[in-house]
């Protein structure tokens, strides 16, 4: 079990967390029209960003930087996967003028947060983490940043990215 903070105070992530070497599990996200998009169906080198809410400012600064890097980064997808209905986060995307990243929802169950060790049962929202994946389903980085309002490490995200290219 890993403790993670939220402006300093204490939440456990109850559900054992994804690591390096594991297989990205099986869950079924929802896309910004509804239709649902299950992990399997996705393929090659990913990012998969988890958060807990577009609409907070560290959220809206991290998904805003990665999208601002996807153009340097030539076949890598970018996701990121928050509670955030799914009409929320295409509204979210929209204003902020993010179109390299892709916003999945894992409003209904949290199927994807508890797979990945990323749900906070105390707030039912998404702890920041980023995992990268490669085209084999593997985790080759992960990292759950310990305190939610801080952003993750993107220099060591961006090192692992060019380690894989």
Known sequence: MLTVTFAGGPLTLKEEQLKVGDKLPQATLAQNDLSPLSTADTSGLRVILT??????????????????????????????????????????????????VTTLSD??????GRATGTFIDELALLTRAVFIVDADDNVVYTEFVP???????????????????
Do not use: H, M
């Open 51 to 100: 958060v807990p809410s577009l609409d907070t400012p560290v959220c809206d600064l991290e998904v805003r930087t990665f999208n601002a890097k996807a153009a340097e980064l030539p076949g890598v997808s970018i996701c990121v996967v928050s509670v955030d209905l799914p009409f929320a986060q295409a509204r979210w995307c929209g204003q902020a003028g993010v179109d390299a």
């Open 107 to 112: 409003y209904n169950g949290g199927t994807f």
């Open 147 to 165: 305190e939610i309002t801080n952003a993750p490490d993107y220099d060591a995200v961006y090192a692992k990215l060019a380690e894989l290219a």
